[in-house]
């Protein structure tokens, strides 16, 4: 069973910096792409960074130069760090992984808990994120 457990979220005031972990246990591939999205309230999920074939990274232009993503050695634990956080980026954050399942009407029709995020991915279960001003 894929599992994709996140960690690291929390309340912190507006200039303070935030570290979320993700660990993904199950897979057979580590080449696959991982990403971090997040779903602000009453908002679509957007990426917000993405590490593909285990090594290129992107990072939404809006927050480069504040948000990196890493990866560690084994390639099975990604990271965000978060710094100078703004209340915009209030928001729950989940971490995803290509997934692994055969392309089939049945693995297409799951639902991404991140509201209009990409299908044929697996997810987290989200960690909140709040800023305050």
């Known amino acids: 069973e894929v599992q994709l457990v996140e960690s690291g979220g929390g309340s912190v005031q507006t200039g303070g910096s935030l570290r979320l972990s993700c660990s993904a246990s199950g897979f057979t591939r580590d080449d696959s792409d991982m990403a971090w999205y997040r779903q602000p309230p009453g908002a679509e999920c957007e990426m917000v960074a993405s590490i593909r074939g285990g090594e290129r990274r992107y990072v939404l232009p809006s927050v480069r130069g504040l948000f990196t993503i890493s990866i560690d050695k084994s390639k099975t634990s990604i990271y965000l760090d978060m710094n100078n956080l703004q209340p915009t980026a209030t928001a729950v954050y989940f971490c995803?992984?290509?997934?692994?399942?055969?392309?089939?009407?049945?693995?297409?029709?799951?639902?991404?808990?991140?509201?209009?995020?990409?299908?044929?991915?697996?997810w987290g279960q989200g960690t909140q994120v709040t800023v305050s001003s």
């Open positions: 995803a992984k290509e997934s692994e399942l055969p392309v089939t009407g049945q693995s297409y029709a799951r639902v991404p808990p991140c509201r209009g995020g990409p299908r044929l991915w697996e």
